[in-house]
Structure formats: structure tokens, C-alpha cells
């Protein structure tokens, strides 16, 4: 006989694991809640991979005001993950986002500061001269313009985040099951119960697709098209003996990207699209370093010129290949299969918000601290895609 939960949640990353303490702490939930998770060391998962930045500069309304919070929700995160008095120490460094833009790029990186300011985000345009004086390590050749987050932007520990969720989910009496969903039924428009690999069977009163790279797949056992696959993403580390004061967090204008992680910097690049193929694995490659990523680092930062490369990972991100941007809510005809996924590289800085979005949804139905709605699958269905342009 299958066990019964009112609430399982396939995916125990950030974004599953946000929704579980979100959801438990609510006191107007009082059914039972299960999270499947099949890797508990989180050793392959996307949140233990990510670079854990947080910032406010996209594009999208939606996603500015979803990273507002998640900026809110680590600086006082013992206001909503603190167990017994413990506090997840998520180590948050406000150093900032700087997106640097070519005369081409300009209006675009005028335009996303507009729509930035309008939402309250703290940024500012610099001219090539302005951002010499603040970072005099820094070559301007090619650039026209820059933006800079002045505050609420910078980089946090994901491992942190996710384990403060998780234990505050497990505090409020979530169920968290070591095991991978293979199966899931239907009748009609309903979905029923969910198998796991080893036979045991879910009963489930509603289900949230928080897998990550791998919704797709989970979709698809429920007969449900999402366009969500696994990418994966490469990080480099490097050292470099000069100083660079005040670094923030780089946008090239190629998108190339770095930033300071201790004594040392981590850097990567997307692929071009036509060199992106759904990835499954996590084995490295260095071409991106050699032909891309180094190149472009020692024209914009001299001192890049003799760095040393020390270490690399990669990770996958939940791509959603129509828009770039997070896939939210009911299924428009399985009227009790949610989503929470599609982030493409912002799931770890926007959990706080999705979590506590999905827990309205479910209590409530319908969003109330922020509206999320623009992120229904329905637009997909539509042809209406959401364009995200600061995809980084």
C-alpha cells in the first residue's frame, strides 16, 4: 500500500528544499509533506555547484523582485531558518555585480538600468573614465559603458543556504526520502502517486516538480512537456599574485565572467548555443578556459595576463530552452502537478522567493507576497515567451 502525503516534492535542492521549509513553517498547513531527493550528499547537485551569486540586475520585473528577496532573505535568514537559536551561516560578501557593455550593447544596458532602478534596485551607470578611477586594474578598451550594483548584490555559500532550508523543513516535520522518482500516475487530470526505484509508491494529494537540470524528465513520467534540460556549465579557478582592490563580480561584454573567491578568483563563459548539448555528466573540459575564458580575462584584466589555473568544477543548469527564465505554478490541465523550475543559472539566488511563491500557491491559490504569474507554463502553451536578457 502506498504511503499517503498530502504534499510530495520531487527535488531536495534550494528550490525544493525552500518550498518544504516555506510551506512546513506555514501554519496554515497542517497535512503531511514529503521530499524525495536522490543524491542527500548533494555531491552532483546544481546548488552545491553554483557559483552563489545574487543580484538585481536582469532584465525581467519578475526576476528583479524575486532576487530583492533572496538578497533580504540572506541577510536576515536567522529570521526564517534558525532552528533551536542556530543560525545557517551563509557567509554572504556584498561585493556587487559590475556588467560591462560595448557601444552595441549600450542601449540594452541602459534600458535594463532603467528597468532596474524602477524596481528599486541600488546600481549606477559608470563611463569608461569613472570606472578606471574605481578600479584602476581594470582595461576599458571596448567599452562604453558600465553598471555597477552598489549594495544588495554579491555572493553567499549555497551549501549553507540549502542545508539551513533543509533542516528547518526536516524542524516542521517534512519527510525528506533517499530515493528517485521512476514513475508517476494519472487519472485524468490529476496526478495520483509517484514510484520510486526501490518499489516503494507515494500516495500524493498534489506534487511539485523542483528536480532541477532533470524536470523534464520527471514531466514527462507525469505525460507533461517542459522544455527544462540539463546544461552543463564549467568553472575555473585561478590565482593571481596582483591584487585587484574592490572587485566585484565581472561581466565581459563576450560574457565571460569572474569574481573573487577568497584569495583566489573563479571564472567561466556560456558555450555559443550551437555548442550547447543537454549533458548529463559532469566531466571537465578546458577548451572554454583555453580559447575563451583566459583570452578574454588577460585583454580586460592585465594582471590575468599570468594567472594560474588551480582548479575547476562543473554543474548543470535547469535550461529552459524557449525563454531563459523560471517555469512557475499549476500545470494548466493537471490541474495538481506544479512547477518550480527552468531558473537557467538563477535558481540558488531566487529559491527564498520561489519557496515562499509555491507555499502561497499551495495554501492559498494564488500568489501573495510577490506575483509570479508571468511564469506560468501557460505562456509557453501560448507562444508567449519572457525574455531574460541578462542570462549570465
Not at 553554483?50 to 533572496?70: D, H, L
Not at 540549502?162 to 523543513?169: D, H, N, T
Not at 516538480?209 to 524528465?217: T, Y
Request: charged residues 20%.
Amino acid at each position: 500500500m502506498a504511503e499517503a502525503f498530502d504534499v510530495v516534492i520531487v527535488g531536495g535542492g534550494a528550490v525544493g528544499s525552500s518550498i518544504a521549509a516555506f510551506l512546513s513553517s506555514s501554519p496554515d498547513f497542517r497535512g503531511r509533506l514529503a521530499v524525495v531527493e536522490r543524491d542527500p550528499s548533494y555531491g552532483r547537485a546544481s546548488t552545491t555547484r553554483s557559483a552563489g551569486g545574487v543580484r538585481q540586475q536582469f532584465s525581467t520585473p519578475g526576476n528583479i523582485e524575486m532576487s530583492k528577496f533572496g538578497v533580504h532573505f540572506v541577510k536576515h535568514v536567522g529570521d526564517y531558518l534558525a532552528v533551536d537559536g542556530e543560525v545557517p551561516q551563509v557567509s554572504f560578501h556584498e561585493g556587487g555585480y559590475l556588467f560591462l557593455a560595448s557601444e552595441e550593447g549600450r542601449p540594452i544596458l541602459e534600458q535594463n538600468h532603467a528597468t532596474q532602478r524602477a524596481h528599486g534596485a541600488d546600481n549606477a551607470l559608470l563611463p569608461p573614465a569613472a570606472l578606471r578611477e574605481r578600479f584602476p586594474w581594470l582595461s576599458t578598451e571596448g567599452i562604453a559603458l558600465g553598471s555597477l550594483g552598489l549594495s544588495n548584490e554579491g555572493w553567499f555559500d549555497p551549501h549553507a543556504l540549502l542545508q539551513g532550508f533543509k533542516r528547518k523543513a526536516r524542524a516542521q516535520g517534512a519527510v525528506y526520502i533517499t530515493d528517485e522518482v521512476v514513475a508517476i500516475a494519472r487519472r485524468g487530470s490529476r496526478v495520483t502517486a509517484a514510484t520510486l526505484a526501490s518499489g516503494a509508491a507515494l500516495a500524493c494529494g498534489l506534487m511539485v516538480d523542483a528536480a532541477g537540470p532533470f524536470a523534464g524528465a520527471v514531466a514527462a513520467l507525469a505525460g507533461v512537456d517542459l522544455p527544462v534540460r540539463p546544461k552543463k556549465r564549467y568553472v575555473y579557478v585561478i590565482d593571481c599574485r596582483t591584487p585587484l582592490p574592490g572587485c566585484p563580480l565581472l561581466i565581459d561584454p563576450t560574457g565571460v565572467w569572474m569574481r573573487p573567491e577568497g584569495r583566489q578568483f573563479i571564472c567561466g563563459v556560456s558555450p555559443e548555443e550551437g555548442d550547447d548539448p543537454d549533458c548529463e555528466d559532469l566531466e571537465l573540459d578546458y577548451r572554454l578556459w583555453e580559447e575563451v575564458v583566459w583570452p578574454t580575462l588577460a585583454s580586460r584584466i592585465p594582471a590575468f595576463e599570468a594567472v594560474k589555473l588551480t582548479n575547476a568544477w562543473a554543474g548543470h543548469y535547469d535550461y529552459n530552452t524557449v525563454d531563459q527564465n523560471a517555469i512557475l505554478g499549476r500545470h494548466p490541465e493537471v490541474e495538481n502537478f506544479l512547477f518550480a523550475n527552468g531558473f537557467s543559472g538563477h535558481g540558488i539566488q531566487q529559491s527564498p522567493a520561489v519557496g515562499r511563491a509555491i507555499a502561497e500557491l499551495i495554501l492559498y491559490g494564488e500568489y501573495r507576497s510577490l506575483d509570479l504569474s508571468e511564469f506560468a507554463y501557460a505562456r509557453l502553451a501560448a507562444g508567449r515567451p519572457l525574455r531574460e536578457l541578462n542570462v549570465v
